[in-house]
């Protein structure tokens, strides 16, 4: 039998482990992490891991996988943010929205959730690390009245692309980008999209510890003036 400084050392290795899973999987992607951002994303895991023994925030019940597959997998969109504002829409325990205004202190993140108790979750979770980046919107967004439109709105397991375009897009600046979270690449809903909708780019990513594929999807509106926001080409192209 071991007293409570076995449990204290057994704690502190399993959190180390979990440090490292954090800092290399992050400087894989090519992210620099201080050790203060490592502290609150690893904060946020235990703050969403203590509230989903209450409320059904994730299937994901422990904390290497919530690593991989929630908080890696967000980070890994960071490098096609601009300069904000970022609309998180059905943003569930706040992915990927938290994760990433605590990687971008600098950017304005809304998230909008229609659950109430997640909602409470994610401002409760702001509020323990201190984000003043991240707001939290209890409604459905087909219904809310945005104060201003937003630089890029991101989705990540909400809905088909045609209706994230549909509910999402009229919060979207003009020259604004739609970025959609997926896992394999969507052909069929690809098909499905408005033609309003131009696919801008569809990169492919790589997240450490997630074997599964994970897609981006950028688009903008097709009647925009593309003369002076020069383009990369689409994929394949």
Request: glycine share 8%; hydrophobic share 45%; charged share 20%.
């Amino acid at each position: 039998h071991r007293g409570p400084a076995g449990a204290d050392t057994r704690t502190a290795g399993r959190m180390t482990a979990l440090r490292g899973q954090l800092a290399a999987g992050s400087e894989a992607m090519g992210l620099a992490l201080s050790e203060a951002q490592l502290d609150a994303l690893l904060a946020y895991v235990d703050e969403l891991l203590r509230w989903n023994a209450r409320i059904n925030l994730t299937a994901v019940t422990e904390a290497s996988e919530v690593i991989s597959h929630h908080i890696l997998d967000s980070l890994a969109v960071a490098p096609f943010l601009g300069d904000g504002p970022v609309l998180d829409v059905g943003s569930g325990a706040g992915l990927p929205s938290l994760p990433l205004a605590i990687l971008r202190p600098e950017l304005r993140f809304t998230s909008i959730e229609s659950r109430h108790k997640k909602c409470a979750f994610q401002r409760q979770a702001a509020r323990a690390l201190g984000l003043a980046n991240h707001q939290v919107v209890t409604a459905r967004v087909e219904d809310w009245v945005a104060p201003a439109p937003f630089a890029q709105i991101i989705s990540r397991a909400f809905s088909s692309l045609a209706l994230f375009a549909q509910l999402a897009g009229r919060h979207l600046a003009p020259d604004g980008q739609l970025l959609a979270m997926k896992g394999r690449e969507p052909v069929a809903e690809r098909e499905e999209m408005s033609p309003a909708w131009r696919l801008v780019k569809m990169h492919r990513l790589t997240v450490p510890g997630l074997s599964a594929e994970r897609h981006l999807l950028v688009y903008d509106r097709a009647a925009a003036d593309s003369s002076s926001h020069p383009h990369p080409p689409l994929p394949g192209g």
